[in-house]
């Protein structure tokens, strides 16, 4: 693989996209060749995909089908785009990718992360990202900070417990992957959020 591979990781409201977006507008500024995507999503079979997990009227989908859902949007993702744009050499960002199955699915759904690693082989194999950025935020603070849940979006609305679970979830994948986890404290204000993320990617050589 040529180019650089980073992923997004956090709870609900934490400020992925955000600091994506910030990231993005450095970028651009400073010339820095780059493709932005997301999970689940970012190809249009995937964004179909997504739209099925999110819609909360699927409120009988089991735990193994969405596990499988989103393991089938990102092995899309990964052959459509990920796999040919890593192999021009390019960076690419990704809002979201493996760790969140592993933390939803697997942590806080219950699943076990043996088995949700198991069933992401195929989006594993040899395509980890080189880093991922965790923007470690509990989720009691992102819900009071962004004003309540969504209540149009499915997976907000599982309540406390089951993103406190997620959060956990995260910080036993930050300990597993410690060599390719960037954790980044996401309480302080965008601006300073921002900051800590540019220094942390020009340490590791990306910008
Ligand atoms: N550092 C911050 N301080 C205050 N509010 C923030 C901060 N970062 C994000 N927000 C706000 O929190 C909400 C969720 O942010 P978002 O980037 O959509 O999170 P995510 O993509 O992780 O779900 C948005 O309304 C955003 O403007
Ligand atoms: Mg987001």
């Known amino acids: 693989m ?8 956090g709870c609900e409201g934490v400020g992925k996209s955000r600091q994506i977006k910030l990231l ?35 409120d009988k989908m089991t735990p193994a089908c969405e596990a499988l859902l ?17 192999e021009k050499g390019r960076l690419v960002i990704c809002d979201r990718y493996v760790d969140s199955s592993l933390a939803y699915q697997g942590y806080a759904r219950g699943l076990g992360y043996e088995f ?9 194999k040899n395509f980890c990202p080189d880093y991922t950025v965790f923007l470690k935020l509990t989720p009691e603070e992102a819900f009071k900070r ?11 609305l599982l309540g406390k417990e089951f993103h406190e679970k997620v959060y956990n979830g995260y910080l036993e994948l930050a300990k597993k992957f410690s060599d390719r986890f960037i954790v980044i404290d996401a309480s302080g204000s965008k601006e300073e959020t921002h900051q800590k993320i540019i220094n942390a990617l020009k340490e590791k050589g990306i910008l």
């Open 2 to 9: 040529k180019g650089k591979f980073i992923t997004f990781e």
């Open 24 to 58: 993005e507008e450095y970028m651009k500024k400073n010339n820095v060749d780059y493709l932005l995507t997301r999970e689940p999503g970012g190809s249009i079979i995937s964004e179909k995909i997504r739209g099925i997990i999110l819609d909360k009227e699927n």
């Open 70 to 86: 989103y393991a089938s949007a990102r092995v899309q993702l990964l052959d459509e785009v990920l796999k040919p744009e890593l």
């Open 116 to 124: 949700v690693a198991k069933i992401n082989d195929y989006a594993l």
């Open 146 to 156: 962004k004003g309540g849940v969504d209540k149009t979006d499915r997976v907000e």
